[in-house]
């Protein structure tokens, strides 16, 4: 499973003279019975060569066949893979990813990150919690997989068993078992929130159950509840899954406005934030980005300066900053990126509607930074 520390890993990986092959390969199930992924991995490395001199295409060639030797012996068992090969410094890394990723293959002095970190910020871990008055099941969706944990099956007393009470009596005994009940399941959703980490929760069941439940939350489960939705005690694994998705999509989608709008908001009030590509890349370089905004079709030729790390949309015969001679670069908005992350600062992919605003008013590419840079002192 990928995290953000092996990311990290991947990000400060430098080939130096040795060149990095990064491949994404999409092994969608009708892909999978045909082995066409195969296929396509050796057409995109087709595509690649002719843009490449001579080193690089020797390059290109022998860690090709390390991939190709991986796909042969490997059964694949997810639904994207995301494989990082540079032979003559013994790096190799093969990220199974639970999601169909744009397919491609990129040859540099470093991985190309920028699809991992995509599937990353897209996806936060969820917890949903399925309640009735006596069953409860818990499940945790993360990276568009589902995973049941323990039952907690209570049994309550109908309301309407007869003996020796008074039906009211009863009605109170009932609904004693039904407030412990969910109490449990409360207590049993901390545990999970120990042992198993999560960004969301989402209620599942009668409105009735749900209800209740929300009202018994501790505050640590209340703050990350999100959403509730109506549905059956024994609803089947792919319902609870693609209600849950259905969810998370609308809440990124709405995160991604947020943080676009915050962006713009703020560096009109010439708070700590900035955006265009040259302001950008400026306070990459400065070290001053907390969180990095980017478009999700942005790339853009520029160059990076060995000496002072400046980063460039053009690519000047020497760097203004310190006068070294600036490396070019195919796509200066990727080592943005990588450099933000080197730098403990946070990425933002934006997609649809936001993105189209990024891209109107702020040239595809933005960042809130760590301090305002025009506020005096104080
Ligand atoms: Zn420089």
Redesign the pocket.
């Known amino acids: 499973m990928i995290t953000p520390s092996h990311v990290q890993e991947l990000v400060t990986f430098d080939g130096g003279e040795e060149l990095v092959l990064s491949a994404y390969l999409n092994l969608t199930p009708d892909r999978q019975i045909r082995r066409t992924y195969r296929a396509a991995f050796a057409d995109l490395v087709k595509q690649l060569e002719p843009q490449l001199d001579e080193p690089a295409r020797a390059a290109l060639e022998r860690e090709a066949a390390r991939v190709r030797a991986y796909l042969e012996s490997e059964p694949p068992h997810s639904k994207g893979l995301a494989l990082f090969s540079c032979t003559p410094r013994g790096f190799w890394q093969a990220i199974a990813l639970p999601v169909v990723v744009a397919e491609s293959v990129h040859l540099g002095r470093r991985p190309y990150v920028r699809p991992l970190l995509d599937v990353l910020d897209e996806y936060e871990r969820y917890a949903v919690a399925l309640v009735d008055k006596e069953k409860a099941r818990l499940f945790t969706v993360y990276l568009g997989e589902i995973e049941e944990h323990d039952q907690v099956y209570d049994v309550v007393p109908g309301k309407h068993d007869q003996g020796g009470w008074s039906q009211a009596n009863y009605q109170r005994h009932h609904e004693a078992h039904v407030y412990w009940h969910l109490k449990r399941v409360a207590a049993e959703l901390s545990v999970l929130l120990r042992r198993r980490p999560f960004d969301r929760l989402v209620l599942a069941g009668p409105e009735e159950a749900t209800s209740e439940l929300q009202r018994l939350l501790p505050r640590s489960l209340r703050r990350r509840l999100v959403a509730t939705f109506p549905a059956e005690v024994f609803a089947s694994q792919r319902e609870i899954l693609e209600r849950t998705l259905e969810i998370e999509r609308g809440i990124e989608r709405e995160a991604e406005e947020r943080l676009v709008r915050e962006l713009f908001e703020t560096a009109a009030a010439g708070g700590p934030a900035t955006h265009g590509v040259a302001a950008t890349l400026e306070a990459i370089w400065l070290g001053c980005v907390h969180k990095l905004v980017v478009a999700d079709e942005l790339r853009l030729p520029g160059s990076e ?6 980063l460039a949309q053009d690519c000047p015969p020497t ?6 001679r ?1 490396v070019p670069l195919a796509d200066v908005v990727e080592r943005a990126i990588e450099r933000t992350v080197e730098e403990a600062g946070t990425v933002e992919i934006v997609h649809g509607v936001p993105a189209s605003r990024l891209n109107a008013e702020g040239e595809g590419l933005g960042a809130l930074l760590r301090f305002s840079r025009s506020a005096p002192d104080v």
């Open positions: 300066c060995p000496e002072c790390g400046r760097c203004p900053a310190c006068g070294a600036p």
